[in-house]
């Protein structure tokens, strides 16, 4: 069950669903930040939820969740894309209290925004946040949102992450059972966070779902994986324009950048500066660095 997703469909019925489970991934999160314990706990749902929101979608790129606020908590980042690779990171206060989603972040706001590999394309939705969790929070946009009755439950601790997703789909017309929608959603509201967490995917299945015809696919490595790299840093560097990078450079003898989701640092000094600004090497559009 490792850093896995797994998808599951109902064979009679238009509703089909995924549960993700991480530790290792959520690990190489920790590892390189000490966050407060109420802050791990989020952050810790957001990588899970960002998962199961990209099965939903049909995108060659990657989905950005961020969540910011005026709150002690303010702000968590997650991006993964279509080959379930994560990064995550989060800003807070030195001390966050125990609390609600809206006592951590206080008047906050939820973006999600598409990019496509290219970027040729790019989707983003504000919008305020509100609900007592992450998971109420994340539900009431869905369904606001989009037309697929889609819900969410959510849970991490300091080891683990572990998510579960249900969602209707467009009826086809051959629906047998008129109160399947809402079997199912009361079945999978049974789940405690703790089983959640515990639980292997199969026992899951079988826990909420042992009565319902389902068809379980082959489970799918999830994994950590920053995007950051030397390019993309000098990218930013160009798009400063040589006499700003210069200035910068002759107040502080050398350029250094550390990405803030891994820590990765990248140096640049006066000899890179000249060549990269010399080179007549078309560099790729891709500006963004977190």
Same mark, same amino acid.
Request: hydrophobic share 35%.
């Given at each position: 069950?490792?850093?896995?997703?797994?998808?599951?469909?109902?064979?009679?019925?238009?509703?089909?669903?995924?549960?993700?489970?991480?530790?290792?991934?959520?690990?190489?999160?920790?590892?390189?930040?000490?966050?407060?314990? $109420?802050?791990?706990?989020?952050?810790?749902?957001?990588?899970?939820?960002?998962?199961?929101?990209?099965?939903?979608?049909?995108?060659?790129?990657?989905?950005?969740?961020?969540?910011?606020? =005026?709150? $002690?908590?303010?702000?968590?980042?997650?991006?993964?894309?279509?080959?379930?690779?994560?990064?995550? *990171?989060?800003?807070?206060?030195?001390? &966050? @209290?125990?609390?609600?989603?809206?006592?951590?972040?206080?008047?906050?706001?939820?973006?999600?925004?598409?990019?496509?590999?290219?970027?040729?394309?790019?989707?983003?939705?504000?919008?305020?946040?509100?609900?007592?969790?992450?998971?109420?929070?994340?539900?009431?946009?869905?369904?606001?949102?989009?037309?697929?009755?889609?819900?969410?439950?959510?849970?991490?601790?300091?080891?683990?992450?572990?998510?579960?997703?249900?969602?209707?789909?467009?009826?086809?017309?051959?629906?047998?059972?008129?109160?399947?929608?809402? %079997?199912?959603?009361?079945?999978?509201? =049974?789940?405690?966070?703790?089983?959640?967490?515990?639980?292997?995917?199969?026992?899951?299945?079988? %826990?909420?779902?042992?009565?319902?015809?389902?068809? *379980?696919?082959?489970?799918? $490595? &999830?994994?950590?994986?920053?995007?950051?790299?030397?390019? %993309? &840093?000098?990218?930013?560097?160009?798009?400063?324009?040589?006499?700003? *990078?210069?200035?910068?450079?002759?107040?502080?003898?050398?350029?250094?950048?550390?990405?803030?989701?891994?820590?990765?640092?990248?140096?640049?000094?006066?000899?890179?500066?000249?060549?990269?600004?010399?080179?007549?090497?078309?560099?790729? @559009?891709?500006?963004?660095?977190?």
């Amino acid at each position: 069950m490792r850093d896995t997703l797994q998808r599951f469909l109902f064979e009679e019925h238009p509703i089909r669903g995924s549960r993700v489970h991480l530790d290792a991934t959520w690990q190489a999160v920790l590892e390189r930040h000490d966050y407060p314990t $109420p802050v791990k706990q989020l952050l810790g749902e957001l990588m899970s939820a960002a998962v199961l929101l990209t099965t939903t979608l049909k995108v060659q790129g990657r989905m950005i969740m961020q969540i910011q606020g =005026t709150g $002690p908590l303010k702000l968590l980042v997650v991006e993964c894309t279509n080959n379930l690779t994560l990064r995550a *990171v989060a800003k807070s206060d030195d001390e &966050v @209290p125990s609390g609600s989603l809206t006592e951590l972040m206080g008047d906050g706001q939820l973006v999600i925004t598409l990019e496509t590999d290219r970027q040729q394309e790019r989707y983003q939705s504000i919008v305020e946040l509100s609900g007592n969790s992450l998971a109420e929070a994340l539900t009431q946009y869905l369904n606001q949102s989009d037309q697929l009755a889609t819900y969410l439950w959510l849970s991490a601790d300091q080891q683990q992450s572990s998510g579960l997703l249900i969602q209707r789909l467009p009826e086809t017309g051959l629906e047998k059972d008129e109160d399947a929608w809402n %079997r199912i959603w009361q079945l999978s509201n =049974t789940i405690t966070e703790d089983e959640l967490l515990q639980l292997s995917h199969e026992e899951l299945m079988h %826990r909420l779902y042992h009565e319902e015809d389902v068809r *379980v696919f082959e489970p799918e $490595p &999830v994994c950590f994986r920053c995007s950051c790299s030397r390019d %993309r &840093v000098a990218n930013m560097f160009m798009t400063l324009g040589y006499e700003e *990078v210069k200035d910068m450079l002759r107040e502080q003898g050398k350029l250094e950048v550390a990405c803030e989701f891994c820590y990765h640092k990248y140096e640049f000094d006066e000899v890179d500066i000249e060549q990269l600004f010399a080179s007549d090497t078309p560099r790729p @559009p891709d500006v963004h660095l977190h």
